[in-house]
């Protein structure tokens, strides 16, 4: 490790899918050592070295489950300060047809997690949580206190789930783990560098890779799907922040944690301002020069109108906001597909 075998060591665990591997270029930035445990389900090897070309230089990184106790252990011959727990699988649709699978890795892993880290006596835990917990609100904009309604999906159960868990394990650790739960609204974007970026596999099912996929003439024009929603423009409204702005809001969570030891919390991470389906695709036209070609198309179910964050809370407590525009999420998001597009990925 050289250099940096005293810097704090940040247990990532899906430190190679699409936060996570900008959350550890943040904790690099910030001082931190991450150590990657990733078993590549949902990921792609080839984001380690995007990640090695940023840094210009390896990350630790481990092929394993996180839920897996035994093959963790030699990751903790040397201290973990904290662990960010992003591990998990995360496709409603999936959810809905192999429930049983998203129970056992989603919630079964987080257990197992959590038992491993007080286990080691790890002091902090940063979890990925979501917007989803929140079901269908009509709290506008959506803060922390608001109800958590029925989950729409499997997969929006096990993160109101595993919040439960850790909230209970919280209390059982008696001061010892302290643990930030945060709920992400959109992520969206990738690194100005285009080395990293969303890499879904098969069609992705969120708006903004399949638009840039769209204008790459490899998927076909995009739905929108339904325009007589109660909103301005008659489509649905998302809360689109860049993923380097949602990395840097785990490393403030880390922070916090570290100057509050043993406390628990819940903070939302967004921008506080809705954007329809018609305003990301005028945006992207704007950033990029380049024409969305879509079609408009009947309402899908399960879709609701509008949810936005307010963050206020965590730029109280955490010091963090947004920074980025929505132009400059879609114009690095269209970057990064014209890098995948050469083949350089």
Known sequence: MGEFENHPRILVTGGAGFIGSHTVIALVEAGYEPVIVDDLRNSRAKVLSGLER?????????????????????IFDRPVHGAIHFAADKAVGESVADP???????????????????DHKVPHLVFSSSCTVYGDTEILPVNEGAPIQPAAS????????????????HAASEGQLGITLLRYFNPI?????????????????????????????????????????????GTCIRDYLHVCDLAE??????????????????????????????EVITAFEAATGRS????????RAGDVTAIYADASKAERMLGWR?????????ADAWRWQEKLARGNQ
């Not at 049983?100 to 007080?118: D, H, Q, V």
């Not at 879509?294 to 309402?299: L, N, Q, V, Y």
Request: glycine share 10%; net charge negative; with cysteine.
């Open 54 to 74: 940023i840094l210009g230089r390896t990350v630790e990184f481990h092929n394993i489950d996180c839920g897996d106790g035994a093959a963790m252990s030699s």
């Open 100 to 118: 049983e699978k998203y129970f056992s890795n989603n919630i079964g892993a987080t257990s197992n997690l959590t038992r491993i880290l007080k």
């Open 154 to 169: 499997p997969y929006g159960y096990t993160k109101q789930a595993c919040e439960q868990l850790l909230q209970y394990s």
């Open 189 to 233: 974007g990738a690194h100005p560098s285009a080395e990293i970026g969303e890499l879904p596999l098969g069609t992705p099912a969120n708006l903004v890779p399949f638009l840039t996929q769209s204008v790459a003439g490899i998927r076909p024009a995009l739905t929108v799907f339904g325009e007589d929603y109660p909103t301005p423009d």
């Open 249 to 278: 809001a785990h490393v403030a969570a880390l922070q916090w944690l570290e100057a509050h030891p043993g406390a628990m919390d819940i903070f939302n991470l967004g921008t506080g301002e809705g954007s329809s389906v018609k």
């Open 292 to 299: 969305v070609p879509h079609r408009m198309g009947a309402r």
């Open 322 to 330: 947004t920074r980025r525009s929505l132009q400059e999420c879609l």
